[in-house]
């Protein structure tokens, strides 16, 4: 039998607080709650792309290190390399994570795993938060009493970051990668290339890397011969 991976091991650099959205404090104070065993023990966090959902899964091992919480943090891509069975020994007052969970969708055997972990927080034993692409009523889950059991916990939409937001996001990323960069620098990336979160921060990587070798500070000039 496939053994389950062992749980993903977390990015230290995001938290709650440098979580940008137009509802962040509403949505940080929900999964502090989780944690803090005074609001929803179940909360589902769904968007596309760049909506922040692996941060906000971070930064919720984060802050359950912070408050000694066991937190299980796992990518349902790496739960469909095991088996369901085995996927069910998690202590009393532990709390799950799992991102991307709409992949698991059409797989019986973890359906019905998670249908029964699920249960489990509803018995107060655990609390679960996941990640997902879309409204759970559109994913097409073969286990219906499974959708209306994610269906049961907080819902929570998440947007892409607009224009503003993006600079915003993009600034604070800088600044967790330790990158010196201008308001003029930063305005020329969003000006002159993909203005998707992801994208971005691929340039960022590669400004970075590229500083380091040439030792100069990121400019406008830096930027036109990496990128």
Same mark, same amino acid.
């Given at each position: 039998?496939?053994?389950?991976?062992?749980?993903?091991?977390?990015?230290?650099?995001?938290? &709650?607080?440098?979580?940008?959205?137009?509802?962040?404090?509403?949505?940080?104070?929900?999964?502090?709650?989780?944690?803090?065993?005074?609001?929803?023990?179940?909360?589902?966090?769904?968007?596309?792309?760049?909506?922040?959902?692996?941060?906000?899964?971070?930064?919720?091992?984060?802050?359950?290190?912070?408050?000694?919480?066991?937190?299980?943090?796992?990518?349902?891509?790496? &739960?469909?390399?095991?088996?369901?069975?085995?996927?069910?020994?998690?202590?009393?007052?532990?709390?799950?994570?799992?991102?991307?969970?709409?992949? &698991?969708?059409?797989?019986?055997?973890? *359906? *019905?795993?998670?249908?029964?972990?699920?249960?489990?927080?509803?018995?107060?034993?655990?609390?679960?938060?996941?990640?997902?692409?879309?409204?759970?009523?559109?994913?097409?889950?073969?286990?219906?009493?499974?959708?209306?059991?994610?269906?049961?916990?907080?819902?929570?939409?998440?947007?892409?970051?607009?224009?503003?937001?993006?600079?915003?996001?993009?600034?604070?990323?800088?600044?967790?990668?330790?990158?010196?960069?201008?308001?003029?620098?930063?305005?020329?990336?969003?000006?002159?290339?993909?203005?998707?979160?992801?994208?971005?921060?691929?340039? &960022?990587?590669?400004?970075?890397?590229?500083?380091?070798?040439?030792?100069?500070?990121?400019?406008?000039?830096?930027?036109?011969?990496?990128?």
């Amino acid at each position: 039998m496939a053994q389950i991976p062992l749980p993903l091991s977390f990015d230290k650099r995001f938290s &709650l607080e440098n979580y940008i959205a137009e509802n962040s404090a509403y949505i940080c104070q929900n999964l502090t709650a989780l944690f803090d065993e005074t609001g929803e023990p179940l909360i589902g966090l769904w968007g596309g792309i760049d909506s922040g959902k692996t941060h906000l899964l971070n930064a919720c091992a984060h802050y359950a290190r912070h408050c000694h919480v066991q937190f299980h943090l796992f990518d349902a891509l790496q &739960l469909l390399e095991a088996e369901a069975q085995s996927f069910s020994d998690f202590p009393y007052g532990s709390v799950l994570g799992v991102d991307n969970l709409d992949l &698991l969708a059409g797989n019986r055997d973890w *359906e *019905e795993q998670f249908y029964q972990l699920i249960n489990r927080v509803k018995s107060g034993e655990i609390r679960f938060v996941f990640t997902l692409s879309r409204n759970p009523r559109d994913i097409g889950f073969r286990l219906p009493d499974l959708k209306s059991r994610l269906m049961w916990g907080l819902l929570i939409s998440l947007n892409s970051p607009d224009d503003e937001q993006l600079s915003e996001v993009l600034k604070a990323r800088a600044k967790l990668l330790g990158l010196e960069m201008s308001d003029g620098a930063l305005n020329y990336l969003l000006t002159h290339y993909s203005r998707k979160l992801s994208e971005q921060m691929k340039l &960022l990587y590669q400004l970075d890397h590229a500083s380091m070798s040439s030792k100069r500070k990121i400019t406008i000039p830096l930027i036109r011969e990496t990128c």
